[in-house]
């Protein structure tokens, strides 16, 4: 089974440092994608970034990029020059092969993270 | 171009009575999955459709669940005799193609609480 785990259940960072949060998982599967989602207090569910298990390079979009190391499976998130608007909560999360050919997302249980003023 | 569309927002039942948790996918888009996320936890996967298919629904409780997407109308989870502990965010994601990199769209939810 395909699991996902974010071992930081809070973060507070100052505003406008860098930070990074974490996401290690464990699959069989050589084939695999990594998304990464925020969700403000509104509760909706925003995709930010995916690193595919055959990416080259580590995937960036904008602020946003994604350490991968797949020898250590681990796939953290960094945020650049954070905000005050990037208080949330973020998963991380795994595309895991499901029935008929079926692709669902493996979710972590999430890191709060807050930016301080 | 709209996105994924859940209604209602909220919906509060009480005990025993039915929840119809509605979702319009993304024109287009002819993949639904519906994920159930309970307090301070992240999202769980239910069930995967497709018009009027339903491909995969390992994640789904075997008793009181069920879900369809017909060939017209929204995808719609039912729950029949709710329960407190039925009470969480369901999130339904379309997507275009059976593996979609950044297609999973997400819809805003439906907060269902069971009083």
């Known amino acids: 089974a395909q699991k996902i785990t974010q071992t930081q259940p809070g973060m507070f960072v100052q505003e406008k440092e860098a930070v990074t949060l974490d996401c290690t998982y464990d699959?069989?599967?050589?084939?695999?994608?990594l998304f990464w989602y925020k969700q403000p207090s509104s509760g909706e569910m925003i995709f930010l970034i995916y690193?595919?298990?055959?990416?080259?390079q580590n995937a960036t979009e904008g602020r946003y990029s994604l350490n991968f190391q797949k020898a250590r499976k681990s796939a953290n998130l960094v945020i650049s020059a954070s905000q005050l608007g990037d208080s949330a909560m973020y998963f991380c999360?795994?595309?895991?092969?499901?029935?008929?050919?079926?692709?669902?997302?493996?979710f972590g249980q999430g890191t709060r993270l807050t930016i301080n003023p | 171009n709209a996105g994924v569309m859940q209604n209602p927002r909220h919906l509060v039942r009480r005990r025993g009575q039915e929840a119809r948790l509605r979702c319009s996918p993304m024109?287009?888009?002819?993949?639904v999955y519906w994920y159930r996320q309970l307090p301070e936890e992240g999202l769980k996967f239910m069930v995967y459709?497709?018009?009027?298919?339903?491909?995969?629904e390992s994640g789904m409780p075997k008793e009181r669940f069920s879900a369809e997407f017909p060939k017209e109308g929204p995808s719609i989870l039912r729950i029949q005799q709710v329960v407190r502990g039925d009470s969480a965010a369901y999130f339904c994601?379309?997507?275009?193609?059976?593996?979609?990199?950044?297609?999973?769209?997400f819809g805003s939810g439906t907060r269902l609480t069971v009083v």
């Open positions: 699959t069989s599967d050589p084939s695999y994608g």
């Open positions: 999360a795994m595309r895991e092969k499901g029935l008929q050919g079926a692709q669902k997302l493996v």
């Open positions: 459709l497709q018009k009027e298919n339903i491909i995969d």
């Open positions: 024109k287009g888009h002819s993949h």
């Open positions: 690193q595919g298990s055959y990416d080259q």
């Open positions: 994601a379309s997507s275009p193609r059976i593996e979609a990199n950044y297609g999973y769209t």
